[in-house]
């Protein structure tokens, strides 16, 4: 008989935000024993046999949406994908009618993406389903912050003491924030790197004291890198700049916040290097270092599936209190 | 007691090809490793030895909080043409075992798979049989059957029946 871990407390995963530490811990832990299923010949356990998981994404994406779509089949789900222009909403329903009508179809859990913030917990506020957030406006990306804390995890033990690298657009990266939150409830440092342009105000206050003395904010590369364990590189997201130039060209951008094997010396000899994806190569990072053998980017896309497949777990049952 | 099943396990597969043990976590697990020591002893010969973890398997895995923490299954040998092992402290209703063997399965397609208890305290609800047994005694299902190993940290090997009508 294994024994019994204990009780996760959370219905829904709406941001990194409300969990703590021994959430975090738990989930991390269970994603490894997740992990080994994907490696098998037959890809599949039973837990989740008969329940249904609704991917509705107002927002496009390949990976994110994939990685949640084979943790749901591997768990024996049913998994049903709704993208935003095949969605009514091209046909003018509000998200909550859309949230209510997906409701009446009795899903068990509901996984959201909307380039608006706070979507998924206005949808949570409304249905009988779980909801995870797979990532809404420039708010938060749980789930991209556990895959990359696990991946971390794996590769530099303990996450307690590491100094972690997080460079690109903080403004409007709902990775970054996540992440921040994640990596200080962990115990790690977290080095912001932007151009000031990019790099909100106040942000090292995000998670109040947990963030204030865990978090520096840093516009020059070479600072932010120095020692450091982790490098994780955002990518620049131009469909989210609006028109708006928040820096002067590419190649400028490329020349002072790209990572290339020039700037990748200043960290430390074994640090990994990390990006959420797709990779804009040329602008933030060089692809000598995206391919390099320190680059873990594949092994995050791996630990993404086992991650998702993690939260199913802790969510896809009945509701705590009909336990 | 072990013993004796390790000596039926060999008499049992004498010439039969691959033989390996594959303990159910996590009661199950320490029996098996026991019983590969035995059968270096007896045999001098080492059987392979695995672990499955059923918690995924379970038909119960949402009846009751918490969630059960999940060990990870370890088969470092192949599957297919070989005759498992199974092993676990105590059969009940058997439900563990229709788990296990389930999760064999996805594992690959073994030759055979033979059921090893220490305690078979009866009361199944599946038609399942055992066949290799330390001890098999009747209980009721008010009845507590506990395996006590010292891998476990107990001061030394016991098995303690208790009945909830007289404590």
């Known amino acids: ?323 | 007691m072990l013993r004796r099943i390790a000596t039926e396990i060999l008499e049992r597969n004498a010439g039969a090809g691959e033989v390996a043990l594959v303990g159910i976590r996590t009661g199950g697990l320490f029996l098996a490793e026991r019983l590969q020591k035995l059968v270096r002893e007896i045999e001098g010969n080492e059987l392979p030895l695995g672990a499955v973890d059923i918690a995924l398997y379970r038909d119960d895995v949402f009846e009751g909080l918490p969630r059960p923490q999940i060990g990870p299954t370890e088969l470092p040998f192949k599957l297919r043409g070989t005759t498992i092992v199974l092993v676990d402290d105590v059969l009940y209703t058997g439900r563990t075992v229709r788990a296990a063997l389930d999760a064999l399965m996805d594992y690959g397609r073994p030759r055979a798979v033979q059921l090893a208890v220490l305690i078979d305290r009866g009361l199944r609800e599946l038609p399942i049989r055992p066949d290799y047994v330390g001890l098999a005694t009747e209980s009721t299902a008010s009845d507590s059957v506990r395996v006590k190993l010292t891998e476990t940290g107990e001061s030394e090997d016991r098995v303690v029946l208790r009945s909830r009508k007289d404590p």
């Open chain 1, 1 to 323: 008989m294994t024994e019994p871990a204990r009780a996760f407390r959370h219905r829904h995963l709406l941001g990194i935000e409300p969990l703590d530490a021994d959430d975090l811990v738990q989930i991390l832990d269970l994603s490894e024993s997740f992990l080994q299923i994907s490696e098998r010949q037959i890809k599949k356990v039973p837990t989740l046999r008969g329940r249904t998981v609704l991917n509705v994404f107002f927002e496009s994406s390949t990976r994110t949406r994939v990685s949640f779509e084979l943790a749901a089949k591997r768990m024996s789900a049913d998994a049903v994908n709704i993208s935003g222009s095949s969605s009514s909403r091209t046909k003018g329903e509000t998200v909550l009618d859309t949230a209510r009508n997906l409701q009446a179809m009795n899903p068990d859990v509901i996984v959201v993406r909307h380039n608006a913030s706070g979507t998924p917990g206005l949808i949570a506020r409304h249905v009988e389903a779980a909801v995870i957030n797979a990532g809404d406006g420039t708010h938060e990306h749980p789930t991209q912050a556990l895959l990359d804390c696990a991946t971390i995890r794996k590769y530099k033990g303990p996450i307690k003491g590491l100094e972690v690298a997080i460079v690109g657009d903080i403004d409007h990266s709902r990775v970054a924030r996540s992440d921040v939150l994640a990596l200080c409830k962990l115990g790690a440092n977290v080095r912001l790197c932007a151009p000031a342009t990019m790099m909100p105000r106040g942000i090292e206050l995000i998670g109040g004291d947990e963030t204030r003395e865990r978090v520096s904010v840093h516009t020059n590369l070479a600072s932010a890198l120095d020692g450091a364990d982790v490098v994780m590189m955002l990518r620049i997201q131009n469909e989210r700049l609006g028109g708006t130039s928040l820096f002067a060209n590419t190649r400028e951008y490329a020349r002072y916040f790209g990572l290339s094997a020039r700037t990748v010396a200043r960290a430390k000899p074994d640090a990994i290097i990390m990006h959420p994806g797709p990779i804009n190569r040329g602008v933030e990072m060089m692809p000598e270092v995206a391919d390099g053998e320190r680059s873990v980017i594949l092994h995050q896309v791996t630990y993404g599936v086992a991650v998702r497949m993690a939260v199913l777990y802790l969510l896809g049952g009945p509701a705590p209190d009909e336990d």
